[in-house]
């Protein structure tokens, strides 16, 4: 079974920066990794997801050209750089990883198998 953990978070005001790290742990090659969040009130969202080997990566709408997900095999951790945030990124991000068998892309929170605790990130204005 694999353990992810996330860290990072914080608060931050609007423009500002933030780099969340998720370290993984357990036997295993993931294909898909991924980040998602969840606001209060709200549904868990869908933000990144990111393929192992080409460096495939996908992003929802609402972060493009501000968020950039990476992934680090030989440390088994996964990064989410968040620039010029916005007091609407704030949420619970999660991290997450399949089993390594493909047919998912990556992009569903049931295309997933193991999951983070969450890490808070708050953005003021």
């Known amino acids: 079974q694999v353990q992810l953990v996330e860290s990072g978070g914080g608060l931050v005001q609007a423009g500002g920066s933030l780099r969340l790290s998720c370290a993984a742990s357990?036997?295993?090659?993931?294909?898909?990794m991924g980040w998602f969040r969840q606001a209060p009130g709200k549904e868990r969202e869908f933000v990144a997801t990111?393929?192992?080997?080409?460096?495939?990566?996908y992003y929802t709408s609402s972060v493009k050209g501000r968020f950039t997900i990476s992934r680090d095999n030989a440390k088994n951790t996964m990064y989410l750089q968040m620039n010029s945030l916005k007091p609407e990124d704030t949420a619970v991000y999660y991290c997450?990883?399949?089993?390594?068998?493909?047919?998912?892309?990556?992009?569903?929170?049931?295309?997933?198998?193991?999951w983070g605790q969450g890490t808070q990130v708050t953005v003021s204005s």
């Open positions: 997450a990883a399949d089993r390594g068998s493909g047919g998912s892309l990556g992009r569903s929170r049931f295309d997933y198998d193991y």
């Open positions: 357990g036997r295993t090659l993931s294909r898909y």
């Open positions: 990111i393929r192992r080997g080409e460096g495939f990566t």
